[in-house]
């Protein structure tokens, strides 16, 4: 089955860390680019972060700095850590696969996790 499953999720005070994990499975990781999205409530998702086939990592303006995307091919998962999380940083997070080359499923969804950021 083709999927993408993020854990990692959960409540943290303002100031604190997170780290989000994106598992692939039934894809060739390594031919997909990686994205994170957010989605608040009532509100289009936004891209927060971009990871590239070869490693390059793009940030919206409202996370740089602050928050760090990665992949590991060999383990099928992405990373997004998420350090000093401020409570605008509340939201449903995505992550999101986009096939580059080869074949197969050509977009991929994860299921979402929610982070909430409350003292």
């Known amino acids: 089955q083709v999927q993408l499953v993020e854990s990692g999720g959960g409540s943290v005070q303002p100031g604190g860390s997170l780290t989000l994990s994106c598992a692939g499975s039934?894809?060739?990781?390594?031919?997909?680019?990686m994205r994170w999205y957010r989605q608040f409530p009532e509100k289009e998702r936004e891209l927060v972060a971009t990871?590239?086939?070869?490693?390059?990592?793009i940030y919206a303006e409202s996370v740089r700095g602050r928050f760090v995307s990665s992949r590991d091919d060999t383990e099928n998962r992405a990373y997004l850590q998420m350090n000093n999380l401020k409570p605008e940083d509340t939201a449903v997070y995505y992550c999101?696969?986009?096939?580059?080359?080869?074949?197969?499923?050509?977009?991929?969804w994860g299921q979402g996790t929610q982070v909430t950021v409350s003292s």
């Open positions: 999101y696969a986009q096939r580059i080359g080869g074949t197969g499923k050509p977009v991929i």
């Open positions: 990871v590239g086939l070869t490693g390059g990592e």
């Open positions: 039934g894809v060739t990781f390594r031919q997909y680019l």
